[in-house]
């Protein structure tokens, strides 16, 4: 029998997850979060980045976009496993908002608590242990520089390694040798985060698949400056001699930004990774191969044309595009790796060689249902229009909640929404988008779980070119509802996506 290519998903971050010690985790509620999807008929769960977040918390700027984030680590699965004791655990502040994340009391209790585990762990020999061995010797190629790279960069205050002393920002081998010595200790430490989230996520990740359910992850396009992967391969990026960037990230103005998104990310030598044949980049998709099942690559116009900001302008304004590697780097992907599932996040201004792109790779590309109720415009994200080989949303971490969303249309919008929807009643707006993604050609529909939970504007994820209040938002530990998981399941079976 041949598999149904309907199907339906949830967008929620890992962090959203209400586990217990502040922030989600892969532990007990991730596996009940893992169950409500099986039981409401999706067969997909979205999340955010997991690397280990730097300054503002973005899962967008890492640093390093091969480790996984160790706040994403359950302490009560060490606990279970006697790295751990519960009064341990309960001695540190890690925030008391159940609904919001409180990142700085996690980043001053987080690791206080995990370098216990540690300590403990050495005592156990696990570090002796062949899995650990087998983990280190099979990461080596991205983990020494990354571990290396915490270490000292804690050694040094925290600061961004352009303000380290020049012998080891410059990686001098002389001084690789020194602080590797100095700093044994602390970067077994950082090895053996790693280990425990690996250990964690491919545990949640087995359970997931066994029940149906696939992992969509997310990589972005760029990497942080403030990152091992900067520090540790500065040929890959457009950098001077200095090690600082000649151009930065972002992209033009648009409906998110007058002055545009300025990201700040080091931009890619792209005639450096071509004579390489891409190795760097198939590295890079084939590790997040080993931690998801589908891909999507965010701001992927940025392969056919980035946007470059002269390093040191305040705003992205006065930037100007320039060409990206095309399909080139798909046709290697393809030939390395083989056929892989990707969702390509083509939103925004698309011309017509990105719409070329897009076509050529077959990818899928994306429909937001929040940008097609524009009154008066034929828009392309109106179901209407919509190809089956995309995706539909009705938003995505970037935008407001729906019901948010739809407090602050327009009136002249939301009475078109009304009109193409055939509801009148505000209150039932937000349920008939979400029934108009799922009721869509669309192949894949992916739901953010707060449209399902019809929140307001208090659960929205992100607000683009902000910093301070974003990646918080925390589901309700009383959220997943069994009369809501057959509510969305009646949804995925009338809509023949089960």
């Not at 409906?255 to 390489?276: A, I, M, R, V």
Request: charged share 25%.
């Amino acid at each position: 029998m041949k598999e149904n290519v309907r199907k339906q998903g949830i967008l929620l971050p890992v962090s959203s997850i209400p586990s217990a010690y502040g922030i989600g985790t892969f532990g007990r509620e991730s596996y009940r979060f893992v169950d409500f999807l099986e039981k409401s008929g999706n067969r997909l769960w979205q999340i955010l980045p997991l690397g280990p977040t730097g300054y503002g918390d973005s899962p967008y700027q890492s640093f390093s976009t091969f480790a996984g984030n160790p706040y994403y680590i359950d302490l009560e699965l060490l606990i279970e496993e006697g790295l751990l004791t519960k009064e341990i655990c309960d001695g540190y502040d890690f925030g008391d908002n159940e609904h919001y994340v409180d990142y700085e009391k996690i980043y001053l209790s987080r690791f206080k608590v995990l370098k216990i585990a540690f300590e403990n762990a050495k005592k156990l020999g696990l570090m002796e242990a062949p899995e650990y061995q087998k983990f280190i010797t099979d990461n080596a190629y991205w983990l020494d520089d990354y571990a290396l790279y915490m270490a000292v960069k804690n050694a040094f205050g925290g600061v961004c390694f352009m303000e380290w002393d020049e012998d080891i920002r410059f990686r001098k081998a002389a001084a690789l040798r020194k602080y590797r010595k100095k700093l044994s200790d602390e970067i077994t430490f950082y090895c053996f985060q790693q280990y425990l989230f690996a250990k964690q996520w491919k545990e949640l990740k087995t359970y997931a698949n066994k029940k149906g359910i696939e992992i969509v992850g997310d990589i972005p396009i760029y990497v942080a400056f403030d990152s091992a992967d900067t520090w540790a391969n500065p040929k890959l990026f457009q950098l001077d001699r200095e090690g600082r960037p000649i151009g930065v990230a972002g992209c033009p103005p648009d409906c998110f930004s007058e002055t545009g998104q300025l990201w700040g990310n080091p931009l890619y030598d792209w005639k450096y990774h071509k004579k390489t044949g891409y190795e760097w980049w198939m590295q890079r998709i084939a590790y997040c191969y080993q931690l998801y099942d589908v891909l999507r690559i965010d701001h992927f116009r940025g392969f056919d044309e980035y946007w470059f900001v002269p390093y040191g302008d305040p705003t992205a304004q006065n930037g100007h595009w320039e060409k990206g590697p095309g399909y080139e780097l798909f046709a290697v992907m393809k030939k390395k790796l083989g056929k892989k599932k990707v969702i390509a996040e083509d939103l925004g201004f698309l011309t017509p060689s990105v719409i070329r792109l897009v076509k050529k790779t077959g990818y899928p590309g994306m429909k937001i249902l929040q940008f097609a109720f524009d009154a008066g415009n034929d828009s392309e994200y109106l179901p209407h229009n919509y190809d089956k080989n995309c995706v539909v949303y009705t938003g995505t971490h970037d935008n407001d909640t729906t019901v948010g969303f739809i407090q602050n249309m327009p009136e002249k919008d939301k009475k078109f929404a009304k009109k193409y929807l055939g509801h009148k009643n505000d209150k039932k707006l937000c349920f008939e988008i979400v029934r108009a993604a799922l009721s869509s050609c669309a192949d894949t529909a992916i739901i953010p779980m707060q449209d399902y939970l019809e929140l307001d504007s208090s659960a929205r994820i992100n607000i683009p070119s902000t910093l301070g209040c974003n990646w918080k938002w925390r589901m309700d530990k009383d959220a997943l509802d069994p009369k809501l998981a057959k509510k969305i399941y009646k949804m995925a079976k009338l809509y023949g996506r089960l």
